[in-house]
T-cell receptor, first 117, second 116 residues
Framework: DAGVIQSPRHEVTEMGQEVTLRCKPISGHNSLFWYRQTMMRGLELLIYFNNNVPIDDSGMPEDRFSAKMPNASFSTLKIQPSEPRDSAVYFC???????????????FGPGTRLTVL | AQTVTQSQPEMSVQEAETVTLSCTYDTSESDYYLFWYKQPPSRQMILVIRQEAYKQQNATENRFSVNFQKAAKSFSLKISDSQLGDAAMYFCAYSGNPGSARQLTFGSGTQLTVLP
């Protein structure tokens, strides 16, 4: 089975440009998470969706960041405009969760390394 | 809020030897999950092992096992017969709020070096 798929794997852009990161979760999973990893802050959750609905976006740093999940098999994280401090590795993860049935394992994609010049 | 602490930024072990990575956490919840993830230089986050808080028995996965001490809020990872491929950053993580999908709270990581 395919794991979580992210694209692109590497992105280099200039300050002020729009950046779109993409994620395809594992088929059958109903929860999707976007994380950001930096040396300074480690791994931090940006937003997560359950059944395509955003549940918690309190980790989204600013209005420049937005995320969508139009269907169960696709999500995007957009940064507009991008800034050098957005440079990081962005991970997407998915899991299956059923109310009252305890499965919490999250499976991660390979990440997108974003560099904003 | 839950916190996860990994007090060992770096560890090293001789190939074929055993090493233990430490993790402590703070929570007021009674039911939760704990995980160890491995991040090799490829930066892929790979699940190593997980532990349900309601289970008293320590989880094991081949050469990997945990020592889960719920009262002490401690969750250490033991790697037996260490191999060169075990070299990676190891993250301890917590997930709570049973009944719904919730985010993972990660520790700061322990960089493990395996010496040949």
């Amino acid at each position: 089975d395919a794991g979580v798929i992210q694209s692109p794997r590497h992105e280099v852009t200039e300050m002020g440009q729009e950046v779109t990161l993409r994620c395809k979760p594992i088929s059958g999973h109903n929860s999707l998470f976007w994380y950001r990893q930096t040396m300074m802050r480690g791994l931090e959750l940006l937003i997560y969706f359950n059944n395509n609905v955003p549940i918690d976006d309190s980790g989204m740093p600013e209005d420049r960041f937005s995320a969508k999940m139009p269907n169960a098999s696709f999500s995007t994280l957009k940064i507009q405009p991008s800034e050098p401090r957005d440079s990081a590795v962005y991970f997407c993860a998915s899991s299956f969760s059923l109310q009252g049935f305890k499965i919490y394992t999250q499976y991660f994609g390979p990440g997108t390394r974003l560099t904003v010049l | 809020a839950q916190t996860v602490t990994q007090s060992q930024p770096e560890m090293s072990v001789q190939e074929a030897e055993t090493v233990t990575l430490s993790c402590t956490y703070d929570t007021s919840e009674s039911d939760y999950y704990l995980f160890w993830y491995k991040q090799p230089p490829s930066r892929q986050m790979i699940l190593v092992i997980r532990q349900e808080a309601y289970k008293q028995q320590n989880a094991t996965e081949n050469r990997f096992s945990v020592n889960f001490q719920k009262a002490a809020k401690s969750f250490s990872l033991k790697i037996s017969d260490s191999q060169l491929g075990d070299a990676a950053m190891y993250f301890c993580a917590y997930s709570g709020n049973p009944g719904s999908a919730r985010q993972l709270t990660f520790g700061s990581g322990t960089q493990l070096t395996v010496l040949p």
